[in-house]
């Protein structure tokens, strides 16, 4: 009998998070290899010793070109990891009353992540 | 032919992710996902904290920078690399899988990938521990 191993994929999508959720999951995954690999070699690699000192941040940030693009990253990495701790926490099996508080909790944590980055970003820049 | 992932049933409780006892690929792809996954979580808020580094002020920051060049910390970076590249590699795999490309060769697949990972973590560690 011929058998054949598969790798399973981490999540099964579909059914643990929801059609959109994966679609935007794989969007913002896609989108965060070419951004997170931007801001490795910008923040890290481009930088004698590796991190930027305060002025060369404050510089770094006000360009009109680079906040849009870290703000982007932002998005995206805080709604693809919240997205993931939704998959796992969904696939613990919590009570239906557990499982309806997931979602609200998991917005306000994104959006208070995402406001506070932009505003962090804002204050750097305009501290310059 | 009999198609089979795992040899148990997925598990649900966090514990049994990291048991890979008796269990094939699947187990160790599913497993390394959830684990560089969480600890990539923990490590984007611990990131928003140092960042916050930067609004107390240019001491605070120097101050930070400094402590980011002892080899403890360093050594922290090539774990975090590590999660990142494993999680991504990992991720651009299930996603194609998702799409159905690949899922014969997933298992292939996923040993290719890893070995990609291993290069790039490989000149990463020497690209933190030189710059």
Do not use: C
């Not at chain 1, 923040?43 to 940030?61: K, P, T």
């Not at chain 1, 805080?78 to 919590?94: E, Q, T, Y």
């Not at chain 2, 792809?29 to 990131?47: D, P, S, W």
């Not at chain 2, 899988?97 to 990938?113: C, D, E, H, M, S």
């Amino acid at each position: 009998m011929q058998t054949t191993a598969t790798v399973n994929t981490p999540a099964q999508p579909r059914s643990a998070i929801g059609t959109l959720g994966w679609i935007w999951q794989v969007v913002t995954g896609a989108a965060l290899i070419p951004l997170a690999g931007l801001h490795m070699i910008a923040q890290h690699f481009m930088v004698e010793g590796g991190l930027r000192g305060f002025d060369q941040v404050q510089s770094y940030l006000s360009n009109p070109i680079v906040w849009p693009i870290e703000l982007l990253f932002l998005i995206s990495v805080v709604s693809h990891a919240l997205l993931g701790v939704r998959a796992i926490l969904i696939d613990l099996g919590p009570s239906p009353r557990l499982a309806r508080l997931i979602d609200p909790i998991l917005w306000v944590v994104g959006i208070v992540s995402v406001a506070y980055g932009a505003w962090l970003t804002y204050a750097i820049v305009s501290a310059a | 032919m009999s198609l089979h992932s795992t040899n148990r049933a997925r598990p649900r409780k966090p514990w049994q992710w990291i048991d890979i006892r008796g269990r094939r690929t699947g187990m160790w792809a599913f497993a390394l996902n959830r684990l560089t996954g969480i600890g990539l979580v923990v490590y984007l808020y611990l990131h928003f904290v140092m960042l916050s580094q930067l609004f107390i002020g240019r001491a605070a920051w120097d101050g930070f920078v400094e402590l980011a060049h002892s080899p403890l910390v360093l050594a922290f970076d090539v774990v975090l690399f590590a999660g990142l590249i494993i999680h991504g590699l990992n991720g651009f795999r299930v996603a194609l899988n998702g799409f159905g490309i690949g899922v014969r060769q997933q298992k292939t697949f996923f040993y290719g990938l890893m070995a990609v990972g291993a290069l790039l973590l490989a000149i990463s560690t020497y690209l933190i521990f030189t710059l």
